[in-house]
T-cell receptor, first 115, second 112 residues
């Protein structure tokens, strides 16, 4: 079974631009979560989608948004990029039916650098 | 709210040494507890988990026991290898959603 795929793997953008990152979950998984990883703040939860609906959201400004498609693939978008948005963005997929016992599988991440 | 505190390291050990990485948590209810490992340039891999008090998770020689009385989930391995060099994250998840709350991570370096 193929793992979680994230594209692109590396991205360089300029302040003020916007960016879209993509995540393809494991086949059959319906839940996709996004995390931001930085040296200073560590791993922080952005949001989680299930069946095209956002079920949970972290404490990030409205510049961070996401969506999920009917095939469970998910995208996240960051508008008006700031230097502090430079980070590794990780997505995780899981079956989505049981938060108590489901395992979450992480992709390799997208490394975003904002200059 | 939920929080996870783990020793930040870095931790440097010789091959075959004993490893302990401490992890304590604060949470409402009865969270599930996890250890993830991140190798250089890669995403996170689930190492082990425990979903209720007194459960012991184990994998690849690593173990951790869910101690509700001390709100702890310390990671141990009896004999580390060079290939265990990585960053280790303790995390919790409440049963109501998929949000993982992570500790800051512990960098482990094992020298031959």
């Amino acid at each position: 079974k193929a793992g979680v795929t994230q594209t692109p793997r590396y991205l360089i953008k300029t302040r003020g631009q916007q960016v879209t990152l993509s995540c393809s979950p494991i086949s059959g998984h319906r839940s996709v979560s996004w995390y931001q990883q930085t040296p200073g703040q560590g791993l922080q939860f952005l949001f989680e989608y299930f069946s095209e609906t956002q079920r949970n959201k972290g404490n990030f400004p409205g510049r961070f948004s996401g969506r999920q498609f009917s095939n469970s693939r998910s995208e996240m978008n960051v508008s008006t990029l700031e230097l502090g948005d430079s980070a590794l963005y990780l997505c995780a997929s899981s079956p989505g039916g049981s938060p108590t016992s489901d395992e979450q599988y992480f992709g390799p991440g997208t490394r975003l650098t904002v200059t | 709210g939920n929080s996870v505190t783990q020793m930040e390291g870095p931790v440097t050990l010789s091959e075959e040494a004993f490893l302990t990485i401490n992890c304590t948590y604060t949470a409402t209810g009865y969270p599930s507890l996890f250890w993830y490992v991140q190798y250089p340039g890669e995403g996170l891999q689930l190492l082990l988990k425990a979903t209720k008090a007194d459960d012991k998770g184990s994998n690849k020689g690593f173990e951790a026991t869910y101690r509700k009385e001390t709100t702890s989930f310390h990671l141990e391995k009896g004999s580390v290898q060079v290939s265990d060099s990585a960053v280790y994250f303790c995390a919790l998840r409440n049963g109501s959603n998929y949000k993982l709350t992570f500790g800051k991570g512990t960098l482990l370096t094992v020298n031959p």
